[in-house]
């Protein structure tokens, strides 16, 4: 049978809101692709240049920053303008929203709780005992937004900054980046879930918390009727992997059963 009937046979209404969607996003990736180029070029430069010409470069690059920050969102602004306009099956949009919120690209609301870590108050003296450990660190945020999952949260966030499937929190020098955005304590952890099962699960005998309180870190879990959590600043973005279609999976498990 001909391959392009068959093509024609199989194409929805409904697939063509989406498709027009993936060519915004796609856009939207390559510009943002190329404008990171183009001011990767700039920064090559950098390494004869003084302290007064680095603050400058660095000055212009945040504001360029910025400008695409800006930019990015009011595409994002468009695309969801988009969608509210031309998906009016409720099956597909339906499955849109859950996309939106397991890609972290929707702000979402409803109860949970807020951690709020600050460093000790002798921190800030080098000569105290083990000073190193009196600071929050990226491990010590990591390893809570994982045992914020593992007790059923639903959306976290630090200092504003969403964490999704691609969120990197690691340290650089002095500080913490979260998404690549720079975060200073006190350290605001929001979390929506069920406030209950949330607070106790970071309240056990021997967890994060209790250890960072040892260390005298300043904590404070409050349970919260309603949490409003932002969507990602930047959307995550794919360049090596592939969606996998059903035919070609059915296809690899086929293969792996004959083996």
Known sequence: MNKRFNLKRNIKPSHIPITVV????????????????SGSKIVKNTTDMNRDQLLVQYMKLSEENAKLLEETEIMRLRIDNFLNDQLSDPDVQAQVDELRVLAGTTALKGPGITITLDD????????????SLMVVHDSDLYVLVNELKSSGAEAVEINGQRVGATTAIRCAGPI????????????????IGDPDILYGGMNFPNGTLSWLKTME???????????????LKVKPTLVNATVVTADKESNTQSKKGAK
């Open 176 to 191: 913490i980046q979260v998404n690549s955005t720079s975060i200073a304590p006190p350290f605001v952890i929001n979390a």
């Open 22 to 37: 993936s060519l915004c996003f796609g856009g939207m990736i390559a510009f943002l692709l190329s404008a990171n180029m």
């Open 120 to 131: 000790t108050k002798n921190s800030g003296n080098p000569s105290s005992p083990d000073a």
């Open 217 to 231: 870190i300043d904590v404070k879990v409050e349970k919260k009727n309603e949490i409003v959590i932002s969507a």
